[in-house]
């Protein structure tokens, strides 16, 4: 079963920023939190991941509170281009976990 | 640096025959994941493989469904006689090897099979 809680769905008007919450009350102290995401029809694509420090790429910006219980991904600039379904993972990383989605946060960016 | 390559793309079987999926893994990656989604579902992990090796196949329907990731070649996930509740796309992922502090797996753009 997935460690994360995320809202079913989510909406964001273009242009602004779309903050999306997870929380992972029961994270351990080696795993991290991932996020990805899916465009409709197509494999699920990285995002960015952190430990327990924000952590900012070319996609987005993840924060993750002090308790590490819960995280949020921030898409400062959303587009059109950014509706997809939104997957918070929380794992160990390396290769010998698997990755284990939940239902994810359906975000929908509108004109 | 090819990503996670797939073939089909999309796949017709009639039921009862053979679906054989294929999955090529990024260069240097030695762990392959594959997951399934139903229509209109989440994705759910069936197996993981390391070269040679079946590492956690819990996901794995016990009948006609097998995988494997050969020392040489893609990893192939195969379903025998398959039926129309099979019809779904199906991912692969990889990740490196060995494991690094923040790797994350790569997903291919999947398979689609219709099962008619």
């Known amino acids: 079963d997935a460690k994360t809680t995320q809202p079913p769905s989510m909406d964001c008007a273009e242009g602004r920023a779309a903050n999306l919450p997870c929380n992972h009350s029961t994270i351990s102290g080696n795993e991290y939190v991932y996020w990805y995401r899916q465009i409709h029809s197509q494999g699920p694509q990285y995002i960015i991941h952190?430990?327990?420090n924000n952590e900012t790429n070319e996609m987005a910006s993840l924060i993750i509170t002090e308790d590490r219980k819960s995280s949020t991904l921030i898409l400062p600039h959303a587009t059109l281009r950014d509706t997809a379904v939104y997957y918070c993972?929380?794992?160990?990383?390396?290769?010998?976990?698997?990755?284990?989605f939940g239902k994810g946060t359906k975000l929908t960016v509108n004109p | 640096n090819a990503g996670v390559m797939q073939n089909p793309r999309h796949l017709v079987r009639r039921r009862g025959q053979e679906a054989r999926l294929r999955c090529s893994p990024m260069k240097g990656h030695s762990h392959v994941y594959w997951y399934r989604q139903l229509p209109e579902e989440g994705l759910k992990f069936m197996v993981y493989?390391?070269?040679?090796?079946?590492?956690?196949e819990s996901g794995m329907p016990k009948e006609r469904f097998s995988a494997e990731f050969p020392k040489e070649g893609p990893s192939i996930l195969r379903i025998q006689q398959v039926v129309r509740g099979d019809s779904a796309a199906y991912f692969c992922a990889s990740s490196p090897l060995p494991p690094l502090v923040g790797t994350e797996a790569f997903f291919g753009q999947g398979t689609r099979l219709t099962v008619v």
């Open positions: 993972i929380v794992r160990v990383p390396g290769g010998s976990e698997k990755l284990v």
């Open positions: 952190g430990l327990k």
């Open positions: 493989l390391q070269k040679e090796n079946i590492i956690d």
